[in-house]
């Protein structure tokens, strides 16, 4: 039977404010830890009674068990959570059947981590609703940052994506309306950053040395508008 390490009510952690998380390695722990900071509750689930110890009194709770049991699943309360992440890396195996195991009990929505990308095929065919890709999805993220000189690179969808990037003085001084952006460009800027607060960008915007700007279009167009930022900067 599964140790449990703090106590918890199933019924109170299933609410949409809270998500359990299976599988408490490197991405497991750090997502976990991320929600916990923004106010999520979260009920971890390992096998490694190790593991399950480092994070005892960091997580609203602990347990030590085999997901892949189905009365674990069901002692746990785990259909009645709206979000249940599968985060088993070291695993084909348990990581599919467990992941079966949620789809099988009706979780609303199952986020499962893939270790390639035949492992991802085989998470959408079982009807996995978010199949995420870790190291692939960070390795094309730098890739877009390093091609266009970007502090940040967020992929919207395919095709589309906001970055952000330090303004260069071509744009500074100047009312947004009159900047011409999207028909210069094909991107929009969305908001600023000054002073350490975001600001939403408006057609009467003026930024200023060194604000950063989140600017959003089609990939291309958001990459090659960067390039010409990071040139504009350097001749600075």
């Not at 035949?118 to 065919?125: D, G, M, N, S």
């Amino acid at each position: 039977m599964a140790r449990f390490r703090s106590p918890f009510d199933p019924a109170s952690l299933g609410s949409a404010s809270s998500v359990a998380v299976i599988g408490l390695g490197r991405f497991g722990a750090s997502l976990a830890l991320e929600l916990m900071a923004h106010g999520t509750e979260v009920l971890g689930i390992d096998s490694d009674e190790t593991v399950v110890q480092e994070l005892n009194g960091r997580l609203t709770a602990v347990v030590t068990g085999d997901a892949t049991r189905p009365d674990l699943i069901e002692q746990l309360g785990l259909a009645e959570f709206d979000r249940v992440v599968v985060a088993i890396g070291n695993d084909v195996t348990a990581n599919i059947l467990t992941t079966s195991q949620l789809l099988r009990v009706g979780v609303k929505e199952v986020w499962a981590k893939a270790l390639d990308e035949r492992h991802a095929l085989i998470l959408q065919q079982l009807g996995v609703h978010h199949v995420v890709r870790p190291e692939a999805d960070m390795g094309r993220r730098v890739a877009h940052m390093v091609r266009g000189a970007l502090e940040d690179f967020i992929e919207i969808e395919p095709g589309y994506a906001a970055v952000r990037l330090e303004v260069p003085a071509e744009l500074t001084a100047v009312p947004l309306r009159e900047l011409g952006l999207q028909v210069k460009h094909g991107v929009g800027i969305g908001a600023l950053k000054r002073d350490g607060t975001w600001i939403l960008a408006n057609p009467e915007s003026r930024f200023e040395p060194g604000d950063t700007l989140l600017v959003h279009g089609l990939t291309p167009k958001v990459e090659a508008f960067a390039a010409l930022a990071a040139r504009q900067r350097s001749r600075g």
